[in-house]
């Protein structure tokens, strides 16, 4: 058997100079900006000279390349400076939003896992019956429904219209948030605190649904078609002659192989994801990296914005990373170099 | 593929093609082409200006609740502007994005997957690299950046919009180029003696356009939402010209106080965003597309 490790260590490969490439991009994007950095980190009263001896100091004056290999060096290092409107270090800040961020992208993308299978098969048991076209309908209507119109609709409903659940922040007044590992739902758990813990919990099953059920859609789609594909293959046939039942051909023969597109797919849609988090985070006041972000873009906070979007490439270039690894140790097919 | 070109090159003169008789691709046109009457005619048709104020009117629920005015068909924000004006001229900017910016994202796309798709080799290469860097950017954070470094305005968002969003028909357009490529009438238009440009414009073109087709439409979808996205953290155009994801923003912080505010808006997004979809869908069955989806 061939290893699959140098395919593997190839893939990491690319996703590192693809970082390397992103990284250059997002810093030249933001070198567009009109506004001076050193304008804007000294009181409004400083004079011209003042403001060009802090350009220097900021090595504003260097060409774009030199200022770029600065910052990725400080970037290595940890180094991401400082936010010019909170003036805090801003690997500070988006270490503390980062843990919320993927606590809530992890939920979503485990709702929309589960929704997307269940009605991926829902969607490929009612083919061809009288059910297929309201069921295609539902599944037209659910993807024209991007995440933040399900995140203000389920506010109205479930928030406001019946108060069922809250759908501001993280935790109920009167909480204090335990700081171990980051991760709200770990730490709750880790201090001894179920009761906190479901509150937490209370605060994310509406922003967490609202993404994840924004993303089934794709997921029942493309399952339905892969398992309508996988029943055109000899084996499914030989088990009808074997005398196996539907349910049991569906579940453990069909499915097994169809699953394998699904899950390729589920990794390019949790950069989707991750992205539509921003907007739910705004939605739901959710003290995580979205937050950060729009608050860093309204005060044109540089270092933040630059921080952030580099964080958003990295999470999402590991996930893919991982999930082309995933599917490279799943599917032997692919393994011949 | 067989119905788009069989209708192309008139094959039958007296029925409609039949993408024009399928009752989704009609309830698509339909929706989509009233909310752009409506844009269109938002002078005509507004009752107010959308920004004139009536701070002696606000938060008025809509003129068949329990204290709605029939001057406000649909009450008033927070500043006692007309709900219904408003809906209406914000219409104008997102059928200006809808269309502008997925036509632009089409092209870029279009033009590149083509010459990926037909040249292959180092091109082919270099562009699909391209598109993956491109991909690691989550949409919505890239056309935030991208927005932070352009500056806001009308011509800025579909800026934006077409340099995120041109890699969706990029990455799913070349597949297709490459399938048609290999076809055996490609290679005759080469022995004939055709040049590079007239085998892509007349020969391979022809394969892939309903598949563009299509595409265009799921994306002018897109670009409704992406534009209520940026609105909505006020990062599109100018704040005096109302959009619906800055009406939402703002009943967003009044939620109590009015929730028709916010439910207005989200109704519009979503019958638009849903006549592109239920549009795009029927152009790709009955113009037999297959296609991979990915979304916003």
């Known amino acids: ?337 | 593929m067989s119905a788009w070109t069989s209708t192309s090159r008139g094959a039958s003169k007296s029925a409609w093609p039949a993408w024009l008789r399928s009752p989704r691709v009609l309830a698509g046109l339909a929706v989509v082409s009233a909310i752009a009457l409506i844009a269109l005619a938002a002078p005509l048709l507004a009752p107010h200006d959308p920004n004139e104020q009536n701070l002696v009117a606000t938060f008025l629920p809509p003129a068949w609740a329990n204290g709605g005015e029939a001057a406000f068909p649909l009450g008033t924000d927070s500043l006692g502007r007309c709900t219904l004006s408003r809906l209406i001229y914000g219409a104008r900017i997102a059928m200006t994005v809808a269309i502008v910016a997925s036509l632009g994202a089409m092209l870029i796309g279009a033009v590149l997957a083509h010459i990926a798709g037909y040249f292959g080799g180092a091109t082919d290469w270099l562009i699909g690299r391209t598109v993956d860097v491109w991909m690691s950017f989550p949409p919505v954070i890239l056309s935030l950046i991208l927005m932070v470094g352009l500056g806001t305005g009308l011509r800025n968002v579909i800026l934006a919009i077409v340099l995120v969003d041109w890699t969706r028909f990029c990455r799913v357009l070349r597949a297709e180029v490459l399938v048609v490529t290999r076809r055996d009438y490609v290679a005759a238009a080469r022995l004939v003696g055709f040049s590079h440009w007239r085998t892509i414009t007349r020969e391979i073109l022809p394969a892939t356009l309903p598949l563009l087709i299509t595409l265009v439409s799921l994306e002018m979808g897109i670009a409704v939402i992406v534009e209520a996205i940026l609105s909505f953290v006020g990062m599109s155009v100018e704040p005096t010209i109302p959009t619906w994801g800055q009406m939402i923003a703002d009943a967003r912080q009044f939620i109590y106080d009015s929730p028709w505010n916010l439910t207005f808006p989200i109704l519009a997004i979503f019958v638009t965003v849903l006549g592109f979809n239920v549009l795009g869908d029927g152009l790709r069955r009955t113009l037999d597309v297959r296609l991979t989806e990915s979304r916003a």
């Not at chain 1, 061939?2 to 970082?19: G, K």
């Not at chain 1, 709702?111 to 490929?124: K, N």
């Not at chain 1, 084996?235 to 394998?260: D, F, P, V």
Request: proline share 5%; glycine share 8%.
């Open chain 1, 1 to 337: 058997m061939t290893s699959i490790l140098p395919l593997i260590a190839r893939r990491i490969l690319v996703s590192l100079v693809i970082l390397v490439i992103v990284s250059a991009l997002l810093f030249c994007i933001l070198r567009l900006l009109p506004v001076d950095p050193a304008a804007m980190s000294l009181p409004p009263n400083a004079t011209l000279a003042e403001i060009e001896a802090k350009r220097r100091e900021m090595g504003l004056d260097l060409p774009l390349f030199r200022q770029y290999l600065i910052w990725a060096g400080e970037v290595l290092r940890g180094d991401f400076g400082a936010s010019i409107h909170f003036r805090r270090g801003v690997a500070g800040l988006v270490g503390s939003t980062l843990p919320a961020t993927v606590e809530l992208a992890a939920l979503a993308m485990l709702i929309a896992g589960a929704l997307g299978i269940a009605g991926g098969l829902t969607l490929f048991h009612v083919r061809g019956t009288r059910k297929e076209p309201i069921a295609d309908a539902g599944s037209i209507v659910l993807l024209s429904l991007p995440e933040f119109l399900w995140g203000l609709f389920f506010i109205l409903l479930f928030g406001v219209a019946l108060g069922l659940l809250p759908f501001t922040g993280r935790l109920s007044a009167g909480f204090e948030r335990p700081i171990i590992t980051g991760f709200l739902l770990i730490d709750t758990l880790l201090i001894g605190r179920p009761d906190m813990f479901v509150d937490a919990m209370k605060h994310m099953i509406l922003p967490a649904f609202a993404l994840g059920i924004a993303f089934s859609p794709t997921i029942m789609r493309v399952l339905r078609s892969s398992l309508i594909d996988v029943y055109q293959e000899d084996y499914i046939h030989q088990a009808r002659l074997r005398g196996l039942s539907e349910r049991r051909i569906l579940l453990h023969h069909a499915l097994k192989n169809a699953i394998l597109p699904t899950l390729s797919l589920m990794g390019v849609q949790f950069g989707f994801l991750f992205g539509g988090t921003l907007l739910i985070e705004v939605i739901y006041s959710y003290p995580g990296m979205g937050n950060l972000m729009v608050d860093a873009v309204r005060n044109a906070d540089l270092p933040i914005i630059q921080a952030v979007g580099l964080t958003y490439c990295v999470v999402v270039l590991v996930i893919n990373t991982a999930v082309d690894a995933l599917y490279l140790v799943l599917n032997p097919k692919l393994r011949v170099a």
